[in-house]
């Protein structure tokens, strides 16, 4: 069973960085496939970036593509996403998650592939 908790959100200008954090308290974290994702006031949730369970395989969505960048350290059980230049359209809570089966080869987008979920941070970028 995971335990995901995001930390490092805040409030940032445009044109700023921030850099999440999602630790896992579990013991399988090196197993599994990791996204993030975020979600807007009045938006459904989607996806930002994911990466496979090495760390060897990143796919992120086209809206932060080269601002973006995730990451993760297995010793220490810990996701990253970097986030550069930021925009106001970035304002959302950002959610961190483990796919539901170990050892995907290919990534996956879908939100309902992912079992395990942090409870967010908020990100707010002020234009």
């Known amino acids: 069973q995971m335990h995901l908790v995001e930390s490092g959100g805040g409030l940032a200008p445009a044109g700023g960085s921030l850099r999440l954090s999602c630790v896992d308290s579990?013991?399988?974290?090196?197993?599994?496939?990791m996204g993030w994702f975020r979600q807007a006031p009045g938006k459904e949730r989607e996806f930002v970036a994911t990466?496979?369970?090495?760390?060897?395989?990143?796919y992120y969505a086209d809206s932060v593509k080269g601002r973006f960048t995730i990451s993760r350290d297995n010793a220490k059980n810990t996701l990253y996403l970097q986030m550069n230049d930021l925009k106001p359209d970035d304002t959302a809570i950002y959610y961190c998650?483990?796919?539901?089966?170990?050892?995907?080869?290919?990534?996956?987008?879908?939100?309902?592939?992912?079992?395990?979920w942090g409870q967010g941070t908020q990100v707010t970028v002020a234009s």
């Open positions: 998650a483990a796919e539901r089966r170990i050892g995907m080869v290919v990534l996956t987008t879908t939100p309902s592939n992912f079992g395990s």
């Open positions: 579990g013991r399988t974290f090196s197993n599994y496939n």
């Open positions: 990466i496979n369970w090495s760390g060897g395989t990143t």
